[in-house]
């Protein structure tokens, strides 16, 4: 982990109230794998940094999707491309290293970091939204590295309606393992039929941090090992071990 001045690339809105953040970043991208997050420094007026997952990094670059949802990433969406962003990485364990092809189930901003494990591991995925606007721009993403994309929307706009969970059954082929990202619930979902299936599940955990670094223990979980901390031990956890 290192503490880097990263230069801003782009910082463009893709769809309502969602980026798409690109830094010119050779050594993190180098050093980092699919499932590990950033802490950036939003600014001088923030004194705590906010962790954000790494969706891409390739060539040099390491490639951030964001909701704008409170002051700091209301204001990171305002910095522009030829800025400077702090940013200290990267940060968690990351997914495994699959042994073959592995089915990246997801919902929201939960893509993200499963977009990652698309460029960098031999992948399907699964994705699920409420409507057909809040699905198009990741099928358009994942397209360049994900294999079949299968979509699922709530109120049925766009590809097979209902939950990401209904057609999962549906299409458990030849996978070694399942990657889940979203909603607690979808991924507790995921989980299970995965479980059933015998197949290896890991879930990616999102809970609000101060340090990031494993030293404040405002981010600790109960797990079947015991207590856990998402920054540092995680956010990538074994389903059996949270679920
Ligand atoms: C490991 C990790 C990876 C993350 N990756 C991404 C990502 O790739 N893209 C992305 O858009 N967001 C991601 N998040 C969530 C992101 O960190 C928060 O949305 C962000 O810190 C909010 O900051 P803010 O100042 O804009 O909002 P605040 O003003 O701090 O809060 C505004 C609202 O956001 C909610 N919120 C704040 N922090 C979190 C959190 N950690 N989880 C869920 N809700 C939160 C608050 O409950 C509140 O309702 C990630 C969180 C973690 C822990
Ligand atoms: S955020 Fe401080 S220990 Fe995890």
């Known amino acids: 982990m290192k503490n880097f001045d990263l230069k801003i690339l782009s910082n463009e809105p893709v769809a309502e109230k969602i980026f798409k953040l690109i830094l010119d970043a050779p050594e993190l ?11 950036v420094k939003i600014s001088d007026e923030f004194t705590l940094r906010r962790p954000l997952g790494i969706a891409g990094n390739l060539n040099g670059k390491v490639t951030i999707f964001y909701r704008a949802v409170g ?6 969406s305002k910095k522009r491309g030829g ?10 364990n990351g997914y495994s290293t699959p042994n073959g092809k592995v089915l990246l189930v997801g919902g929201g901003m939960g893509l993200a970091p499963l977009l990652c494990a698309a460029e960098n591991f031999n992948s399907d995925v699964l994705i699920g939204g409420r409507t057909k606007a809040e ?8 397209k360049n590295y994900a294999g079949n994309i299968f979509i699922t929307t709530d109120d049925g706009s766009y590809h097979k309606k209902g939950f990401a969970t209904d057609l999962l059954p549906e299409i458990l082929g030849d996978y070694s393992a399942i990657y889940t990202c979203g909603p607690e ?23 609000r941090m101060a340090c990031g670094l494993g030293a ?9 090992d015991g207590r856990k901390k998402v920054c540092k031990d995680g956010p990538i956890f074994d389903a059996k071990e949270v679920f």
Do not use: H, Y
Not at 71 to 76: S, V
Not at 216 to 224: E, V
């Open 216 to 224: 404040c223990l405002s981010c600790s979980i109960d797990t079947a």
């Open 29 to 39: 991208a180098e050093n980092s794998r699919a499932g590990q997050f950033v802490q």
């Open 71 to 76: 002051r700091g990433t209301e204001t990171l």
């Open 185 to 207: 619930i979808m991924m507790r979902g995921v989980a299970k039929i995965a479980l059933n299936n015998n197949l290896p599940c890991e879930v990616s955990f999102e809970k």
């Open 83 to 92: 800025e400077n962003l702090n940013v200290l990485g990267a940060l968690g």
């Open 135 to 142: 699905v198009i721009f990741w099928q358009n993403e994942f």
